[in-house]
Structure formats: C-alpha cells, structure tokens
C-alpha cells in the first residue's frame, strides 16, 4: 500500500494570532490545494489554528470551543490525505493547575478523515513534551506539562512517546521545543526512536526570528537528523505575534533534514509558501543536496525589520506615519526602513527645531526627506516653551483661602524635558491625527537601557522599530540601508559623521563635537552584557574583569577601557551612574515605553522582565570597590 | 528535653523586593530579639532573603550567590534556637530548563547552627512542590518543578515530603501554593501527613494583598489544620514588590490555626510586626479562641492603597506629588488618598481649564483643595492650543524640491486628544519638575479597559493608584474617605453628584448633564466579567445570556438591560463597541500606561497578559448575533 515515497509538504502558512477562523480558512485552503497535487502528507506549524503569542486569550472558553470545532474541521477536510496541524487540545474533564479547563500544546494527526495519535497514548494527539518558560515563553502558565500528565497518571511517560501509524507513514511527532531538550531531563526524541519502525520524524513549531538562531537550529536538528537515521522535518511559520509590548516577527525558514543531515530550506524566510518534495521511505536515504547554512548578518536584520515593520501596520490598520527626523541617525534609520513598506505620500518627516538645534542637523533632517521623496515639515517649538516657562516659572503656590506655600522654578535642565515633549506629546501627536496616522520612538536600545530619552517626550510613539539594536547596529544598518536596500545615499552622510546629539542645550552642541554621555561602542558593550547575555553580567562581574584585566576580552573591545575611563575611580563612577539608571528611571520610563519590535535574545518589554527595584550591589561588588578605589588613592 | 510547648514567633517582616543584604540585616536584628527573649521557633516567610517578585533579576548569578552567602549567616545566627526561613537554593551542579543554574524556591531550617532538611531529602532544605504559574506569578519560569526533579531522580517524590526534625519540634513545612493544593494532582501537606509523627505544620508564604483573598485562605487553611489535626502557622511579609507594570501589596496577616481550625491573627496587616504564642505539643490541642475572620470590605481596600501608595512614593524616593484635579471624583479619591500619606504642603492640586470646563467643575477642584488645607493653581491651555491649532491647521505638506502632496486638517474631535495631552505632557509634567515631585495618572478601571483616556494626557503619570477600580468602587471609596479616614466632607459632595465628564467638548457639558459615553453601573459589571471573572466572559457568553434572559443574574444588574439598551440592536452594538476597544485601542494604550496599583484578581498588566491581536468574534457568537438582529427586524 505504501509507495517508495511519502509526498510531502510543508506548509510555511502566516498565522494569524488569536484568529482560529482566519487561520483554518487558510489551512483549508491549502488542503484543498494539498489534494489538487497528490500530496501524501501535509503538515502545518506548531499552534497553527489559535496562534501562540496571544497572552492570557487562553483563558476564554469561547475561544477554546472555536479552536475545537476549527480542528474538527480540519479533520473532515482530510478524507484524501494525512493532515499534520497545531491546535490546543482541550479535556474538558480535567483542571489545569490554575482551575480553569485542561489544556495541552497538541499536534493533530488527521488521516483520512480520522485523528491518529500516539499507539499507547491517553489521547489522540500528541502533547508538547517540554514548554519552555523563558525568554517571551509562558507555556507553563498554559499548557499542562506531559511529566504533570504522566505524574497524575501514575508514572508511565512512555506511553505518550510511540510512533503514530498513519495511511502514509509511520510517524515520530514532536513539537519546537521538544527538540531543544539539551537542558531537559527528557529528550522526546530519543523516547520515540526507541520504537525502530518510525520512518519519518516531525518538528512543529511556533518559533520567533532571534538573529543567529537558524545557525543554532541548523546544528541541533541536522544533528538529530544524523543520529535518529531517517529525515526530520521543521515546519514553522511566518507572521507576527506579541505579548503587548514586545513584537516578534515569525521567519517560517522551514526546513527538511534527511537521515544524513543535510538540509533542504523553505526559502526565502518571512514568506508564506509551501516546500513539496517526495520523501524516500528507505531509511537513512540522502535525497537532498547540501544547502550552506544561511548567514544571519545585517541583511537578516534588515529583512526582519521591514516584514515586522510591515505586519504591525497592516495589523493595527496604521496606513500613514510622522516620523520626527532630528538629523541624526536613529529617526534617519527609521525613516529608511518605513520607506521600504510605505509609498512616499504616506510617510511625513517632521523636523522641530528648538533654540540649540543646528542648522547642520535641520538640514540633514530636509536632505533626508528629500533623498527618501517624502514630504517634509518644520515646526518651532519656541514658542510653546516660552509660553510653558511663562506659566510655570515663578508661579506662587498657595492653598485655597490660606497661606502661601512657595515659589516655582523651572531650571534649564527641566526646559530640556519641556522641549523633549513639546515635540512628541504636543506637536507629533496633533501632526499624525491630522496626517491620518501615527507618529513613531526613534529609541535605539543603548537608550533605552539607561533611560536617555524623554517620557511622554521622544520615547512616545506607536511603535519603537530600532529598541532592540545597540547604537552600532543603527549605523550598520545606516550603511547597509543606503548601500544594499537602497543603492544610495539616502540617509545623509553626515548623519552617519555627526557626534549623537539629543541637541537639547549649548553643552550638546553637534557643530562643536559636542553630544550625548553615552561612549560607544563600549556602553553598547557594557549594555549587552548586563541585558542579553544568557547569564547576566552584573557590576559584581564586570569589576572583576576590569580589576584582573580581562574586561577588553569579555565585552570585545578593541582598545583599553583606560582610553576611555582614565582610572578605577572614573570606571566605577561610570559603571555605577549606569547600572543606577539601567534598574531605576530607565527602567520606570521602559514600563510607559513603545512596543518594542525584537529581533535578539533579550528584547526589552516580556522578553526581559523586570521589577521596580532598583540598583543594588553585592557584597563582593563593594570590597572590590573598596580595595580597588584605596590602591588608586 | 522538648518542653510541654513550642515558644514560637511568626516573623512578619517587611521584605524588600531584590535586596537580599537589606532583609537579611532585619532578619538578624529579629533573631537578635528572639533570642533574647527565649523563643524556640522563629519563622520567616517564603523568600525572605530576596524577595519574591523581581523579575528576571534571578538570571543575575552574583545575585544568587549573594542570596547564598546571606543564608549562610542566618545559619550561623541560629546557635541558640531554629529560624525558619525563605530563600533560593541554588544547584550549581545541575541545570533549571532554560539551562542556567539550577534554582529552587525553598525553605530552609537553621537548627542551632545547622541546617536541618526534610530527612531523606537529596537537599538539606525543603522545596515548593506547587508551583503558581497563573496571575502575576511566574514560578516555573525561575524555579524547578519538584516533579520535575523527582522524575530525574527516578521517580520517588515522597522522599522530598518527610518530616524535618528539629531541636524544638517535628515540623511538616510548605510553602504558599503547597496548601492551595485543590486544583494540583498532588497534595503536599496530604503527603507530609503520612509521617505521624510532625507534631507543627508551616506555610511560609509570599502572598500579595487580594481583595477578598483572606477569607479564602481562612476556610482552605483552617480545614487543613482541622484536617491534619495539628497547628499550622502561616507567616506572610508585608512591603510592596512589582512585576514593572503591575504593583502589588504585601498585607501580611500571617496567622496560627490550631488543630481544631481555630485562628489567632497577627494584627493589623500591613505592618512589620511579630506574633509570639506557646504552642502546646499535645496533638489536637485548641490553644485559641476563635476570631472572627475579617470583612474585607472597602475599609481594607483603603487600607491596601493608603500602603500601597506610602510604600511606592518611599522606595522610589518620590517626595512630592501633582495632581490634575479635574473637579470630577476620579482626581478627588488620589488626592484624598495621597494627602493620607504626605504632609500637605507636599501635594499640589492643578486645575487646568480649558473652553470647555464647567465653572462648576473648576469650583469643586478649588473645594477640594481646600477642604484638604493643600496648594492649589490654575493653568489655562488655551493659549496652547491655540498654538498647536496655529502651528498644525491648514499646514501645507511638500516634498523638499518637488510637489506639494496635501494639506492638514486638525478636527474638533482631534483636539479633544490636543487639550487632553496639552495639560499632562506640558503643563502637569513641567509642573512636577519644577515642584520636585511626580503627577498621577487618575483613571479607573473601567476608563483603563476600554482606553477611554488619552495617551500621553490623562493616562500618563508616575502611577495609576485607583486603576483596579471600578467606576462604582471609586464612588464607595470617595464615601469611605469622607466618612471614615477623614470624617467630614473633604472629597465636594458636588463632585459625587455631577455626571462623569472629560469637559472635551461641548457635548461633555457638565452643567447640562452631559458626560462620558460609559453607562455605570452596567460598564462596570461588564467590564469585570470579561476582565476578572476567573473564566472570561466573552461576547460569546453575554450575548448568549442575553438571549436567555439571565444577563442581569449573571452580571448583577438591580434593574433590566432594556432600561440601558432598548433592543438586540442596540445591545450588540454597544457590547462590540466597547469589546473592540477593549481588546484594540484600549491595549494599545494600556502598553505606555503607568504602573498599576493592584488590589484585585487580575489587575491590567502582569496578572492579566495582552498581546495586540484585535476582537475576534466565535462562530457561535456571530450566528446568535444573526438570529437576534434577524428577529428584532
């Protein structure tokens, strides 16, 4: 009955968060396709009827019944093939451990019009073995863990890892994580390959673009591959999902690794499409050309920027853009990318000039727009500081009917903040509504990091495209927009030269060299270490490198931190400043800050959580301090 | 050598999130005391050295290693009695799953110098066996599972759940979630119980403050003791801990059952305080008498904010505060609140009048003032506005060197949002500053949830005290406040009577009777049913209640829904409008809001989880809409 090939596809379909009847309109499309084509075996993502990302949605009734009868759906429409699809599988009959209804992280095989699951299995699906809880991941908060399962049932956990036997093939089903299982005390795989008659291996998954993890994913799974003998294939999807403040775009780059490793791709990445291709059922059978891993540099970047940039405004209906461009790189960037998805009447530069903005910057925020075609407005904020200075300034405080309690003053670095926000919150605001549209945060994630930057003030906006990019991948991507997207100087050279200014006193004057305290590359590095490092460095650590020498190793810098921070005393007076801000008011502004478009391990908002706490230091920390700051004295 | 009783102390402390040296001086300091006054048992609470709601500062190693190293000087503090307390235990031998060391949310037992774990234990310490993963708690995400370990281990989960021997008693200890065991397939206590020889039960909690939460406990925890027919002491802290977004309350109320279910309190909540009581050693001896367990009514909410608030303004170092006082009752109830917790001349009340603000409104902010002895201004913003008019109104758009490409138009409906912006991001903010303080955010919850605020205006803030009420808990705790905290009429009697109003436009005129779109208090009860209800109400459900005539049970109502929304039409129409803002715009702007001051189950933020995905409507929902548009026509 069973031919020497398993016709196989793989469905790289755009899932819709939250949207099962979206989602299984489009499923069904493709099986009626799937039919027209003679496939044996399709096969959708992880959660490809509800969506993954969707917050505590779970936890609607209604919902998971809409689930439920989509899947059912999907069942019926398979009399002529085998079907592979996510869903969240719903017992009724039993709790979660937060009382609500049982849920498992499923995958559906419906074959010829009926659901096979695992031989042995309770039920007729197969359950997510390892639910990963870090990073954006909360499967634990909704998910019931299969080791809870097999406790409640008495122990067993085998049964749950046995082939599924299907009109086509016999199956091995896991899904993402289940083959990340290095850190787990369980891998589902290896439980499963115990059964010698498995002749093809599935991964489906949900999995967010994180620059550099294909390369990751390339290895473990080719490797799996290899030591399973016979193809795996990985089946993810495209489109975007968040958890409110942080956004990820979703790459698809399915794939199909044969018994060897070596790998067919889905390409290119971030587009929904299909991967046919006849699957030998001999087992350890090579049957694809090696393709070389693809490089995740500021291409990757770059692509993922403009699909997650494009997504989030056709999802939330924003059709036009201001862009305030201050002449410097990070609004230029910005600019840049929206240009790529957005046609040039749609797309407003605004430049706002206050007394301490140069005429440099002013004209590279007008040579911007022009080099992009795009219209352009310049509007003063002088007067609405003077009048807010007028109101506040000198204001006598006094209770009603009673005494006087005081005087107002409002000093020149609070006139800093006053023009910060005259710029977002009166005039950017007011310019996007009557534009049509919305007005963005320019923010890179140096800034954000420590808080330089405005609430209500240039940290407003609808979205903050570059949050998760330290100032030197801005500036890559500044050369790699103008050299590769746009093959063109479009964002002006001299926002490329100019010192980063926030231009908002005479101490940050661009044309005298002067500008923000940040010192790149080495707070990026410092930034990074205490942010996306898997584990964290902390003061703790980065004093005790700095005190045995090591620190230019460890953060890669390319010259001694003594070129940048005389001695231990200016060293740990800028560590400190830093890491205060970093856990304090950076920390109070990231709570009120933009959704965040992530693209790297750690993106501020749900990726890297974080409690008002405040900055604390270490025992250890301190004696250093103590011992380094007395041998420098 | 043991005596006829226990002399115990319940260590209610206060607990400073991440401050693992702060807390572990307090700790010593009450050992100190103990000591001297004879005590045998000293308990803390779970996680007593680091605090318990600190986000991803569990990923920091010198944090853990400090947490460590403070454990071990409790240990060594311990000589002359047994302190029991909670900290994380750290393997740095083995893996969590996210593969960074591994970590356990435990209880350790200083016995006289050493450390004294469950006896058959691979740990000298005991470890929660109940994970939470529901609201804003995120524990298998920092700790492992001890299902997860004792299915490493081969299985034999039992041994983890054995009597610690000590030098004053057998003790069965848990931790928080372990007695909360209801939905689990496992019962800690339940197993613990087997050994017949424990003689004092011990819950070690971290718990926030929930409205209405110590009443559960008081039922759960009382049967338990009744049950185990032994005493059970729960000790929880007090202090404040936040997951960024959301803020949450620490009352304490820790509490001895005996084994009857019998409770002695440890009054009054919200204060570091002791409870010292002999225990008797005969098994099933009442020791207390009954008291009866407290109301949690309105009293208490005023109690968690009047806290809430002192603690928040001390740990951020905020001394001084502005609040835009409208003359509605929303500003009235944080001013009446804050003026709680500063000396007045530290609160400043700013009344910011614009074309549309009734003189009557204006008048009610002026009594309010006065009424709480606190300086009061007045800023006007039409000037301001006029200027954003000017700046933005007719401004024509050009491309730098080419075509003009059109021409903005600001609405009325737009400036609405310009006035709104104009008083909080201009004038409250410069205010604050110029002040030395902070501005509040004074929207409920009902405004909270369907975004009927404007960001950057009257959302923003340093923090939302009131934003986990309901419109009609605010009226009840503005009565409160007059009534009971300060005992005259501080909060106008004009302002608990005029209609709600935003005083936007002409159509918000007060003196009219003219206001929000909102209708109290059927927004309310709706709103809480798709927010709070353990298992969310959808448009699903309250249609379907709808047709069956018991939305008014389900919800509450004290009169029929006809009397608000005549027919099916108007009904759905108004229940998608407001569910498409709830889950769309009102998201949106819940991202930058401040952080949340939470009193209640599901408080916006981190209990209750958002990603941006839109309303989405069920099959089920959409063809009952059909029939029940079809048969009103």
Not at 449 to 461: E, F, I, M, P, R
């Amino acid at each position: 009955m069973h031919g020497a090939h398993v016709r196989t596809r793989l469905a790289q379909i755009e899932v819709s968060a939250g949207r099962p009847r979206a989602n299984t309109t489009t499923i069904l499309a493709y099986i009626r396709e799937a039919v027209a084509d003679g496939i044996d075996l399709l096969v959708f993502p992880e959660m490809a009827v509800p969506g993954y990302l969707i917050g505590d949605r779970w936890e609607q009734q209604a919902f998971l019944r809409q689930c439920e009868a989509c899947g059912e759906e999907i069942r019926q429409a398979s009399q002529a093939l085998t079907v592979v699809f996510g869903n969240v599988a719903i017992d009724w009959t039993k709790q979660n451990e937060d009382g609500r209804p049982r849920k498992y992280n499923a995958l559906f095989i419906a074959d010829h019009g009926r659901f096979a699951g695992p031989a042995d299995s309770l039920y007729p699906f197969c359950i997510k073995a390892l639910l990963p809880n870090y990073r954006q991941f909360d499967d634990s908060r909704h998910f019931h863990d299969l080791r809870k399962l097999a406790f409640e049932q008495g122990g067993d956990i085998d049964r749950f890892f046995t082939p599924v036997r299907t009109s086509c093939a016999v199956l091995g089903c896991v899904l993402c994580e289940d083959a990340w299982n290095l850190d787990y005390a369980l891998s589902p795989l290896e439980r499963l390959a115990r059964h010698g008659d498995i002749e093809l291996f599935i991964n489906a998954s949900a999995s967010p673009f994180t620059f550099n993890k294909n390369h990751k994913r390339n290895r473990v799974f080719a490797a799996h591959a290899r030591h399973l003998h016979r193809p795996l294939l990985y089946v993810n999807h495209t489109g975007i999902q968040d958890n409110g403040k942080t956004v990820f775009t979703f790459d698809g780059a399915s794939c199909v690794y044969d018994a060897l490793g070596n790998a067919v791709r889905c390409d290119p990445p971030f587009e929904a499409r299909t991967l046919t291709l006849d699957i030998p059922r001999t087992p350890g059978t090579a049957f694809a050309p090696l393709a070389p891993p693809r490089e995740d540099g500021i291409a990757e970047l770059a692509n993922a920027l403009r699909y997650g940039l494009a997504r989030f405004l056709s999802l939330r209906g924003i059709r036009r853009v201001v862009v305030g461009a201050s002449g410097g790189i990070d609004s230029a960037v910005v600019a840049a990318l929206l240009r790529l998805v957005l046609p040039p009447e749609d797309l407003l530069l605004a430049n706002m000039p206050g007394r301490y903005n140069s005429q440099t910057t002013r004209g590279l925020a007008a040579d911007l727009a022009r080099n992009l075609g795009v219209p352009y407005v310049s509007i003063a904020i002088e007067d609405s500081v003077a009048l807010t200075r007028a109101q506040i300034d000198g204001l006598a405080l006094a209770i009603p009917g009673g005494r006087t309690t005081g005087t107002l003053r409002l000093s020149e670095f609070m006139l800093e903040n006053v023009q910060a926000r005259d710029r977002s919150s009166r005039i950017l605001a007011a310019l996007a509504a009557a534009f049509g549209g919305a007005f963005t945060c320019n923010a890179n994630k140096a800034e954000l990091t420590v808080g330089y930057s405005t609430l209500y003030g240039d940290l407003g906006g609808f979205l903050a495209p570059i949050a998760d990019l330290w100032k030197g991948e801005v500036y890559a991507l500044a050369r790699y927009l103008n050299e590769s997207a746009y093959g063109r100087e479009v964002i002006p050279d001299g926002s490329l030269r100019i010192v980063p200014s926030a231009e908002l006193s005479s101490a940050q004057d661009v044309d005298q060299g002067l500008g923000d305290p940040l010192i790149y590359p080495y707070h990026d590095r410092l930034f990074a270490s205490w942010v996306e490092w898997w584990n964290r460095a902390t003061p703790e650590e980065i004093l005790g490198w700095y005190a045995s020498g090591e620190l230019e190793t460890r953060l890669g810098l390319d010259k001694p931190v003594q070129a940048i921070l005389p001695d231990a005393a200016a060293f740990i007076a800028d560590l400190e400043r830093w890491w205060n801000l970093y856990q304090g008011m950076g920390l109070a502004k990231r709570i009120q800050a933009p959704p965040v478009l992530a693209l790297k391990r750690r993106a501020f908002g749900f990726d890297h959580r974080e409690s008002q706490i405040g900055a604390d230091y270490t025992d250890t920390y301190l004696a250093l301090k103590a011992t380094l700051i007395k041998s420098s004295t």
